[in-house]
């Protein structure tokens, strides 16, 4: 494991800060079903993300799933093919059809200049993900859902802490979906939650996460599912939330550094800063012009791998690519989306990466582009 170097770690509490805390549960006997631990993280990521409704889940995924159903979204949903597999997976689960809308070549979010040439009668909302810590581009967004009277779902899975003109992400749109999942830059172990605007929508939300049931009652107003967070994440959560702060710190000067190294390369391009937007430094993708170097993106992550040091395809293949999907849509041309998810690799990124290793990682690089 030493000199194993993974695309990312885990954010770890201090492991006597996190038996502490989960002594109280064991005192109270309450292991799920919104106990006071779920409520205290609730109240507290509230106020972290800047967000005025929040609700927590058992994962990121179901988080999403429960949005689609709580707005009861029907027909197509416009969405990008360059995401992680819960995206477009939730969309089908719930019925709908993914419409797959190209990114932008620099933002990598969804192309806000395609969106309307592929709204149609049974339009109902748009999905949009908010890639690697950038920012959707939400004002044109949300001029579009107004005019065309659709939702606004953001997958805001990397985007934990990210604010946009001194705003919480999560308070952007209809429904935002956050992923608490180990790999995150926070984690409840497993775990996600769900921010929205209408607060109406909590009884609504909380119902359909806990098999449709009315609040104290045994009768069911919705057809349900299963997706409550339990007291062991929501203590790992607010432990975590202690130390993310410092956390991101340390992934700053990683991000930093790679940044400082890369920017000079033809061949390569970087993720883009957005004016206005805090980041989280959660990833660092590098886009790979095999058309301006003598390498391509196969052959880095090869040098890479003998090194043991883990690069990921982030994302590749495209959902719309996923043989399980296979001639179930129409046909998108989604020309920018398939050129980035050909050619990017995201680099090892976590808060105690030293920069020792990081001049390692460039070192293979530079080699390749360069030669
Ligand atoms: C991680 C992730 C999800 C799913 O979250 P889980 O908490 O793992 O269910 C959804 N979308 C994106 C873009 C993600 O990266």
């Not at 969405?79 to 689960?93: D, K, L, M, N, R």
């Not at 979010?109 to 909302?125: G, M, R, Y």
């Not at 985007?159 to 992923?179: A, E, Q, R, W, Y």
């Not at 045994?218 to 790992?236: C, D, H, I, R």
Request: with cysteine.
């Amino acid at each position: 494991m030493k000199n194993f170097i993974p695309v990312t770690r885990p954010l770890l509490p201090d492991f006597d800060d996190f038996v502490n805390e989960l002594r109280d549960v064991w005192d109270n006997q309450w292991l799920t079903n919104y106990g006071p631990k779920h409520q205290k993280l609730e109240a507290e990521l509230k106020s972290y993300l800047g967000v005025e409704n929040i609700s927590l889940f058992t994962n990121g995924h179901l988080a999403l799933q429960v949005a689609l159903r709580a707005l009861e979204l029907k027909g197509e949903i416009i969405t990008t093919p360059f995401t992680y597999a819960s995206t477009t997976h939730a969309i089908v689960e719930c019925g709908c059809t993914p419409v797959f809308c190209d990114i932008d070549p620099v933002t990598l979010t969804i192309d806000t200049k395609k969106i309307e040439d592929l709204i149609t009668e049974k339009t109902t909302a748009i999905l949009a993900v908010h890639v690697y810590g950038t920012a959707c581009d939400h004002k044109e967004l949300k001029r579009i859902a107004n005019k065309h009277n659709l939702k606004l779902i953001y997958d805001a899975a990397h985007t934990f802490g990210v604010t946009v003109d001194g705003k919480g992400i999560g308070s952007l749109g209809d429904i935002s979906m956050f992923s608490f999942h180990a790999t995150k830059v926070f984690n409840t172990i497993e775990g996600g939650c769900l921010t929205y605007s209408d607060p109406s929508l909590k009884q609504k939300i909380e119902a359909i996460c806990s098999f449709g049931f009315e609040k104290n009652t045994s009768n069911a107003l919705y057809v349900g599912t299963n997706a409550k967070m339990t007291e062991v994440s929501a203590v790992m959560g607010l432990c975590n939330l202690k130390i993310v702060d410092e956390s991101l710190k340390k992934r700053k000067k990683v991000f930093e550094y790679y940044n400082e190294k890369f920017k000079n390369f033809d061949a390569l391009q970087l993720i883009c800063e957005q004016e206005g937007v805090k980041t989280n430094y959660s990833y660092y993708p590098i886009i790979i012009n095999p058309d301006k170097c003598k390498t391509n993106c196969d052959q880095i992550a090869k040098k890479l791998e003998e090194q043991q040091i883990i690069p990921r395809r982030y994302f590749a293949p495209l959902t719309s690519e996923f043989s399980c999907y296979k001639n179930c849509f129409k046909n998108y041309e989604t020309p920018v989306a398939d050129f980035v998810s050909k050619n990017v690799l995201v680099l090892p990124l976590y808060p105690n990466l030293n920069l020792e290793e990081c001049e390692k990682i460039y070192n293979i690089i530079v080699k390749e582009l360069e030669k």
